[in-house]
């Protein structure tokens, strides 16, 4: 399976973008996707989660009520929309697809993962 990330780039704080992951197969359409960063000297942090059929959402205490993750399984795609950017918010951030149907918090739960797409928020 090949998660093919996008969508990133330069905003200013208070800005908005989304993000879209494409899966190379529809298979993924049975397991859960989340979205994690990682930051320039900072361990890599969950952003949002997403199961399998989209019921069950889970955000990174850092993002709650500002980022909303979704997915497209026809499309087999996932997305993540930022609004209300931080410069604090400026890292890579991956898609990956969980072992399960049920999207884990923790990164081990991950079994495929995408390239990365940048994000940078000025101030």
């Known amino acids: 399976v090949q998660l093919q990330a996008s969508g990133g780039g330069l905003v200013q704080a208070g800005g908005s973008l989304r993000l879209s992951c494409a899966a190379s197969?529809?298979?993924?359409?049975?397991?859960?996707m989340g979205w994690f960063r990682q930051a320039p000297g900072k361990e890599r942090e969950v952003v949002a989660t997403?199961?399998?059929?989209?019921?069950?959402?889970n955000y990174g205490n850092s993002v709650g009520g500002r980022f909303s993750i979704s997915r497209d399984n026809a499309k087999s795609t996932v997305y993540l929309q930022m609004n209300s950017l931080k410069p604090e918010d400026t890292a890579v951030y991956y898609c990956?697809?969980?072992?399960?149907?049920?999207?884990?918090?923790?990164?081990?739960?991950?079994?495929?993962w995408g390239q990365g797409t940048e994000v940078t928020v000025s101030s």
């Open positions: 990956a697809a969980a072992r399960s149907a049920i999207a884990s918090m923790d990164s081990r739960g991950y079994q495929y």
């Open positions: 197969r529809r298979t993924v359409s049975n397991n859960g």
């Open positions: 997403i199961s399998w059929n989209g019921g069950v959402t």
